[in-house]
């Protein structure tokens, strides 16, 4: 090493931090929630709520128009602006640069805290127990129990209702269509989806204790609410 020149030794120590802390700059750790402790054990492949939560989805499959298979796959992605249409147009990332920044920190810590409980009860999902279930959407490659995009969409509303409380009634409706999209989608049982609200929620509620994450959502919101043309 001593044979390297100063400026490229710096450079080095520059770098190694930034793939040695991949993961760990977290607002809260996996070690504050155990989701395999907290969450009930979803339904058995065998039992008679799983056979009623499968008729319920192939009942959705059945009367799921064109307009509802292109609305669920359209919230198949996972974005906080897929709640423009409730928060208003001007509520893009384009406009917003560091909301939406604070925002994928958000879904990045939520995933991580959701993992384990995936992996703990791999739950298959509909498609995987029932051939009669064609999804309309595309099928996610891990296991079905906790639903991730019923926790993403839970947390995201939680956070961004608190941000504009004057639309906090649109945004939690939006954020039960986002989640019923994912049984219409034919991916999750119901089961998946109120897992993944409560989830979401116990997420949003250490969030809030987090001082790293206050300080950062008061740097979004304060984005946030002067795009959308609201009072600080």
Not at 143 to 163: D, E, K, Q
Not at 196 to 216: C, H, K, W, Y
Request: aromatic share 10%.
């Amino acid at each position: 090493m001593r044979h390297l020149s100063r400026p490229f030794v710096l450079l080095l120590l520059f770098l190694l931090p930034q793939t040695g802390w991949s993961g760990e700059a977290l607002f809260v750790s996996r070690e504050q929630i155990d989701f395999a402790r907290l969450l009930p054990p979803p339904p058995a492949l065998d039992s008679v709520r799983q056979q009623r939560e499968m008729d319920l989805l192939l009942m959705l499959q059945k009367e799921r128009t064109p307009d509802m298979e292109a609305f669920a796959l359209a919230d198949a992605e996972r974005s906080v602006f897929r709640f423009a249409d409730a928060v208003g147009e001007n509520f893009t990332a384009e406009k917003l640069p560091v909301a939406a920044a604070f925002f994928k920190a958000v879904k990045e810590n939520g995933d991580e805290l959701l993992g384990p409980a995936k992996k703990h009860w791999d739950r298959p999902r509909p498609y995987a127990a029932n051939p009669a279930i064609t999804p309309c959407v595309p099928k996610p490659g891990n296991a079905s129990y906790p639903s991730g995009h019923s926790t993403f969409g839970t947390l995201m509303s939680i956070v961004l209702a608190n941000m504009v409380p004057e639309k906090q009634v649109q945004i939690y409706d939006r954020a039960e269509q986002y989640r019923l999209n994912r049984e219409i989608g034919g991916v999750h049982y119901p089961s998946d989806v109120v897992a993944g609200r409560i989830a979401g929620t116990v997420i949003a509620a250490f969030l809030f204790q987090s001082p790293t994450f206050l300080e950062d959502y008061a740097k979004a919101r304060a984005e946030v609410r002067q795009v959308l043309g609201l009072p600080q």
